[in-house]
């Protein structure tokens, strides 16, 4: 590849840091080992191959994935242990057997016994499957809610029984740790979220059915735990790459944010206080999930200490509205100047590219492109 | 193709409705026509050539884009007058002359004199440009803001003198009409963007400087617009297909939503009143626009007469959680049954997808998938 700066590039793009990357993916890869906890990383922030090696470094090479497109993006880069982490239904088994035949393990949830008897069915006409039952730890989405689990047993002694189909074990994601702002609270939501992915494990296996996998995990419960008892592996996302919501939330700092929209200054209007970038709806996403804690954060902040304080305050499709509770510095963001746009939430703005803009911030402060990381969109 | 129809397809998927979609170009071509303005359709909805084509069918081929990757893709469709709606910045030159020495119109806009000075000077290597000025009429977005517009006259000058360049004339969006509900406020918003418009026109004009095309339009003033008197063009975009926010605009009726998202049910949770779907975040967007006027369509609404007030209320990134003030009717979608959601923003819903599978409601209730359209997203 001929180099590359970012200064060559179009606008919008994705750049990704490749030593901020390396040391979110040590930290926590170092926690869990410590811990003696499996790391199975959701690989539906990244998307990405490249990403996805580095990431099961020193682990088993387990990852979790959020679509089929994602499964059979990662099956083609080599991955054998893959978690299709959203309740399945019975049309989509066929793409599940189509992977398991080339020697994938493709396992699947559900929380429904009518699934699990089609499950079953399927099963039955020669091939295998894997299956967690997904417990709900608190966070109000998938799963049977803990600590009533309504038809548990019936799930489990179903899957159990079914010729040609194994009960991996439970899962839960405490997505609710994303509502806590200090480590004090995410720790409380962890344990939370461990009691039920504990309490449902052991319910199976008092009734003597096996639950060989006891899965959970968010990023915040997973840096903020304090016990990882009865847990085999923990299922984090976002702290490949974090991003401002994670920030505050305290999953991680300032300093360990590897992704950012690179942008162009396309207009100056002084007489309200904003200048546009390149970078609106689509190239930054419309989630707003970091102003539950600071509003003024808009859909993402300008990158470096000189824009202290300059955010994207609003954004139409193509458009980012970029303002600041100070008087803007047009002198050094004149017309057709850069900036990088911190994201909201990395794996939601990431999902409008195809591919990353690898920099490294520890060779020339990020200026050049040392590698091109592709990604996997769509279902 | 082989035939097919949508319970076939995987999910989510993005299914396009082919006889709403020509009801929606037939009305604002009609309109339009009769009114003896030009149609330059905004593509940064559909992205599409097939739908390009439909849309200019009856006028003369202008279009507008918001991307430079689909100026290259409607240029590769063979059209043939191109607008760049978003403001040019020099590094973006290069892209731009490329496709004019293909032979393609494609026109750039600005509202700044340094960029006006870049555009000339590059022009003067021997190639041509095409240059609106960009009039703010009102929606505090991009463009000289009107009636001062400070500096028009300077930049005008700059570019009618360039050699090579052409001043095409003075371009505004009155984006502020998708704040306004009733025919009336949207005919004021409409009103305010043709003085405005007319106004900059008139001024250069009176400076000796011609300004052939006179382009305003969104799709709520196109659609209620009393007097085009002084507009030459008008450049709305999301009537292709309408949403649930141009329906409670008021710019069509709740028939006329040709775009809706195919979502599989993936669990059912009564003990909350909700289901999740596996549409989230990624395939709706985080786009909540409509619920300015209706707060209770959430992320986008089930449709169908028998999913009356069901809809979307929460999603995560590839989780949408379905909830209603009734209790919902678990028996008529069990978990694998489909249901089609009805975006918020057309726009950006879209722009998750890289295809539309057509049906045509007016055939068999839109269940046959009579055709396939391409999409072009990124940048």
């Known amino acids: 590849m001929s180099i590359q700066t970012i200064d060559e590039l179009p606008t919008p793009s994705l750049i990704l840091d490749r030593a901020i ?11 869990l080992r410590n811990a003696g906890v499996m790391l199975r990383p959701h690989l539906k922030t990244a998307k990405s191959i490249q990403v996805g090696r580095m ?15 994602e499964a059979r993006y990662f099956a083609g880069g080599g991955f054998k242990d893959i978690l299709y982490g959203v309740g399945i239904v019975p049309a989509k088994l066929p793409a ?44 109000g989405r998938a799963g049977l809610p803990f600590p009533e689990m309504p038809g548990l047993l019936d799930i489990a002694r179903l899957l159990h029984a079914a010729p040609g189909v194994e009960l ?30 504990v309490g449902a494990a052991e319910a199976l296996r008092a009734a003597g059915i096996p639950c060989p996998i006891v899965s959970a995990g968010s990023t915040p419960t997973a840096m903020h735990s304090a016990d990882f008892t009865g847990i085999t592996e923990m299922r984090p996302g976002v702290y490949v790459f974090n991003d401002l919501d994670q920030e505050f939330i305290g999953s991680c700092g300032a300093g360990d944010l590897a992704l950012s929209v690179l942008a162009s200054v396309i207009g100056h209007y002084p007489h309200r206080n904003q200048l546009l970038v390149d970078a609106g709806a689509l190239a930054l ?46 002198g050094d963001l004149p017309v057709g100047s850069r900036v990088r746009i911190l ?14 803009y690898v920099v490294d911030g520890d060779l020339d402060g990020g200026r050049t492109v040392v590698d091109v990381y592709d990604r996997i969109n769509g279902w």
């Open 168 to 197: 991996a074990g439970v899962m839960t994601h405490a997505g609710h740790s994303y509502h806590q702002s200090t480590p004090e609270g995410i720790a409380a939501v962890a344990e939370q979220e461990r009691r039920a992915i």
């Open 285 to 330: 996403s419309k989630d707003i999930s970091a102003q539950e804690f600071q509003p003024k954060v808009g859909f993402g902040t300008i990158a470096g200490a000189a824009a202290n304080g300059i955010a994207v305050v609003d954004c139409s499709q193509e458009h980012g509205f970029v303002g600041s509770d100070k008087p803007l510095p047009y």
């Open 96 to 139: 599940i057997t189509e992977l398991r035949r080339r020697g994938v393990n493709l396992r699947m949830v559900t929380d429904n016994l009518a699934v699990a008897k089609a499950v079953a069915a399927a099963a039955r006409d020669g091939d295998t499957f894997s299956v967690f039952i997904e417990i709900d730890s608190g966070a």
């Open 343 to 356: 994201p909201n939430h990395a794996c939601i703005t990431a999902a409008a590219y195809d591919r990353y």
């Open 55 to 69: 990431a099961v470094e020193g682990h088993d090479g387990r990852i979790t994935v959020s679509t089929l497109a």
């Open 21 to 31: 990357l390396s040391r979110n993916l040590k930290r926590m890869s170092d926690r």
